[in-house]
């Protein structure tokens, strides 16, 4: 199977039809930290302290003293101990309408002067639409600041709003307002223009005092941050329709969702769900719930294997796409791991050189990856709690389970048995349904109705003479298989040919993926509503002249029409490059709505199942699945397609291989 990079998806208990928002969408202010204002909660405390060699910064588990709101640093000034000196916490009830809120502040005043900030820092990109750009003006506003704590006899004592822009061999721009000392709440803000040369923009509420204050512990409670902006040329702040209008009628999934990389607006308006590429970006939940209330975040973790990312000091990142650090995988659980065999030498090994001293059989395709025993029971319970912790902490819909696959041949000295991985659902799964956390798991080429995919995904799959009790095999159940199927190879297949990375079309896989789609309707037809299967099918492909992606004849046109011969409303459609270009691919949706609902089922217009349709309420749906042959279709009344040609009655449609037309009635 091949595994998705950093991959992800989502449970059939949340993946139902969703709703429109267009009905109570409102044209707002654009707001760059849109969900990130509200203050409600801190999953992890991100800080930063100045010492005498430099700002060092971290992340660390939030404590009742220590939280800081998700997307947000909290920051402790020369001289002031984080611990001792200051609180940051996320106060219940003292923010607008009773919600939640953010306060700083001051334990002890110790140092002289002294300084404690929280800030967020955004880049400035001319290239990207949906960042700031050079010339564009910036409006920090807080909806609701009152203070505490700033009666002093001696001393000084300032609480300010800032917006910082360092620029590149200058001083830095800075923009600061004064606020008044009050127990009544008001509101305040601040602007500045984005000069030239700017490489990002902080913005930054400060308490700074100077001076003997006594026993006196100011501090700041903050809600409703918005950053507006007013693009270079204009005289009125930009404008968003928020929540984003749903356009289409089918589901969609993206995965590979890195925040900065792609608009926050535009990934909530066309996608149902997301895979976070990322861990670190779990707070950009935020962003794309402030515009699609209804949109799943769903976080990535390999099951197969344990991630090496240590730097040459051998330190780790806070975060990383595996619940578990690899220090202490070495530290503590080396029984989780493969050594690697008498003699043994792999084939291939592009480690880093100072992580080349780890002796355990990593993935051949990704040499930071080790396999890991994944029947272990140690392993199963510690994956379990952490992942369930992560979720619910990070306040995201669901995890996407990825590298859970069995492992044979001659390109890695193991062997690991689908009775192992089907040992770790039954291990793993119920837990994270009991703690309500929805499971998506790929399994790229699988078939549902054949070995191993049927072991992992039916729930009704029994053990038989040729998987048997003996061999470790356990009947499953609804609640010990996973509640979404990710086939990340949907409808074609890719794989090198002559050196060169191809996308591969075959006729039978083609049919596979369609009868995937309608093996999930039939389990639904049977199963409790709250234990309803789903699948998301992802075509991918490579980009290129001779096989574009885009067109009525790319190959993800073909993905879509035949999504649309089988869909249905627990099936969801993406398409993703890989190898010549990354990302999704933008496939216009709305066609859907045009087209309505299906009437029909599939319909066979050839022998060998290579021409097929589908009638909706509207119109039509056409596919040619021959990897190689040409075939016709007779229009028996007048329709007109995609491009808007009128085809009239008796006119004969000629398809090209794999490729899929939609026409409408009218």
Known sequence: MSRVRLAYTISGVLLCSLLCVAGYAALVKTDMIGGLGEFEFSADTCWQMQTDDGWPWGVKPSTPDCSVAAGWMGITGYGVDPDRDVAFRIEPGKGLKGSNCQYLGYKRVGADP??????????????????????????????????????????????????????????????????????????????????????????????????????????????????????????????QEVPVPRNRTVNSHMVFFRAHDYDPYAVARDYDAVMLQYESDYHYALRLKYYNPNIKVLLYEHAGAVSDYRGPNYLEGPYNNCPFQFNAVLAEHLDWLYPWPPGYVPLEDNREPWLRDVYFCFMPDYHHLYYVHMDAPAYQQEWRARVADKVARYRLDGVFVDGAEEVCGNRQPIVRTPAE????????????????????????IGVLSRPPANIYFDPYWKTDAAFNPAQGYENNTPQNTPDTFFQEWAFLKRWTIDGVMQNVYLLDYWNDTMENMEKIAAWNKTLPKGLKKSMFALTDGVDRPQDPALGLDGWAHFGLCSFLL?????????????????????????????????????????????????????????????????????????????DGTVYPKGLNVDLKPHTGRIFFYK
């Open 114 to 239: 002294s300084r404690i900030m929280l800030k967020m820092t955004l880049p400035v990109d001319d290239d990207l639409p949906h960042e700031f750009h050079h010339g564009d003006t910036a409006t920090f506003r807080l909806d609701r600041v009152f203070m505490a704590g700033y009666s002093i006899r001696s001393g000084s004592l300032y609480y300010r709003m800032r917006i910082l822009c360092p620029i590149s061999d200058q001083p830095s721009l800075i923009v600061t307002k004064d606020l008044t000392p009050s127990t009544t709440p008001f509101a305040a803000e601040v602007s500045a223009v984005i000069p030239a040369g700017a490489t990002s923009i902080t913005i930054r509420v400060d308490i700074e005092t100077s001076g003997n204050l006594g026993s006196a512990t100011p501090g700041m409670y903050i809600d409703g941050g918005r950053l507006y902006v007013t693009r270079a040329g204009s005289s009125s702040y930009a404008t």
């Open 421 to 444: 991985v089907q040992c770790f659902e039954h291990g793993v799964f119920p837990y994270l349904r009991a703690a309500g956390v929805p499971i998506v798991m790929n399994c790229a």
């Open 566 to 642: 089988a869909q249905h409303e627990d099936a969801w459609f993406g398409a993703q490059y890989v190898e010549t270009a990354q990302g999704p691919v933008g496939l216009d949706l709305s066609v859907t709505t045009r087209l309505g609902a299906p009437v029909s089922g599939r319909g066979m217009l050839a022998s060998d199942k290579s021409l097929q349709m589908r009638l909706y309420k509207n119109g039509l749906v056409i596919v040619n699945g021959h990897p190689t042959e040409r075939r016709s279709y007779l229009i028996r009344f007048k329709v007109i397609g995609e």
